[in-house]
Every structure is written in C-alpha cells, then in structure tokens.
C-alpha cells in the first residue's frame, strides 16, 4: 500500500448542476471578476506556492493525518472495540491543527464529546455519515441531528462549521466545509443564489455543492483537485482577509 504521505488527492465527484449550455455558467455575473481577484493573489492559480501555503497545504495535511488514524478499516475496528473516546480524541485532535474553527467552536466540539455518552454517539454517527449505507441526503440530516443531540455547555455545537469540518477533512473529493458568514458573501460576489438557512439542513448543503459545482465548472482550466481548492476558492472571495 502506498505510503500515506504520498497520497494523492481524489477526484473530484457527485453533485453535478444538470448539463446546461457553457453560456449558462458564464452568464454569473461575477464570476469573471472572482477570478480575476484570485489570480491577482495567486498568480499560478492552484499551482501558486503562496495559495498552497496560505490555503492549502494545512487542510491536505489533516486529511491525510485522517487517513493515517481514522480510515474506514480502523474506523470500523475501534468501533468494534467499542473505543468510543478514543475515535472522538482522535478526530477532534485532527481538526485542532487546523484553523478550521473558531475556537469557541472547538471548545464546544471537545466538550461535547468529552463524556461517554457524547462520544459514543458521535463516533457512530459520524461513521454513518461517512461510510454508511444511505443516501447522501438521508446521510447528511441524520448526522445534523446527531450533532444536535450531543451534550452541550454552553456554546451549541449545532452549527454549520461543526456540522461540515469532519466530512471535508475525511473525504475532501465529496464534501465541503460551510463558514456561513464568508461563504454568503461568496456567493453574492459570484452571483449565485445560494439558498442558506442558519439552521443546518440538506437544502442549504446542497446548495452550496451546487454553487462549488459550478466554481469547479467555470475554473476547469485551473484543474481544481478537490473540495479543498473550491473551499479555498470561495474563502478568497468572501473573507476580510482577502480584501483589495
């Protein structure tokens, strides 16, 4: 088996726009102009060297360390043991080397799976979410109703980027991570309608795949590898950090 440092990032699949005419997708009016700001910071577009350590190479790195501890085969071989905590130790720590989350939102994370109770639903659940049978809808609000149902102290761990940060760092070719307030104004900027909701729900999470299936479509050229560039893509149009 190949290294695990030598992994290779996925293709990119599932949640395709139905096939439209190429006018379609150029007639967002601001998509021309969000590529233009991207390339103005990364000249060498998703090749950039400062794109790759600004935005990048983190979030590889997580999905990666994911892929060492926490594949499906070991996965499945903690849950058999019952090792409940030890997969939450595990994914929360990952997720902590990133700046994914804020960090009252890694404090609510960590708290709520500190005990038995809420590491043992979140192990299985996330699990199913990843790995298990159903479709991708069914999937995707039975694990918003798991996260909801895990202890809470004082911040609610219900929220969008608890919700979406362990898909995208376990499974970067399918999912996405959601920062709310950034990825509106993305969208705005792009000219995409994007049908947001506080409350995490499939009709918003499916929008917003929707919205990363047509960055993906309007930048081929620039071969974007995963969710990970159409994440940093759509960061880059809508963070304060970016500002011209």
Known sequence: MEPVKHLKPPRIRH????????????????????????LRF??????????????????WQAHVEWQ???????????????RYTEIAT??????SRTNLLFS????????????????????????????GP????????????????????QTRVLT???VTVMGFIAQPAKHIFLKPT????????????????????????????DFAAIVRRDLRDLIPRDMIDLQSYIWVQGSDEYEE
């Open 182 to 209: 950034v990825t509106r104004t993305a969208a705005r900027e792009y000219g995409y309608d994007f049908q947001y909701r506080s409350r995490p729900s499939w009709e918003t999470y499916k929008s917003l795949l």
């Open 68 to 82: 060492s501890q926490l594949h499906q085969d070991e996965y499945r071989r903690l849950l058999r043991a019952r």
């Open 42 to 59: 990364f000249p060498k577009g998703f090749q950039d060297k400062t794109y790759l350590a600004w935005e990048r190479n983190y979030k």
């Open 90 to 95: 595990r994914a929360v720590r990952i997720e």
């Open 134 to 153: 159903e479709d991708d809808k069914t999937s995707f609000e039975r694990w918003c109703e798991a996260v909801g149902r895990l202890p809470r102290k």
């Open 15 to 38: 949640y395709q726009p139905r096939p439209q005419p190429h006018s379609i997708y150029d007639s967002l009016p601001g998509a021309r102009e969000c590529r233009r700001k991207f």
């Open 160 to 162: 969008w980027p608890v």
């Open 104 to 131: 009252f939102e890694k404090m609510a994370l960590r708290d709520a799976v500190r005990e038995t109770q809420g590491a043992r639903l979140f192990a299985m659940e996330l699990y199913e979410f990843l790995f």
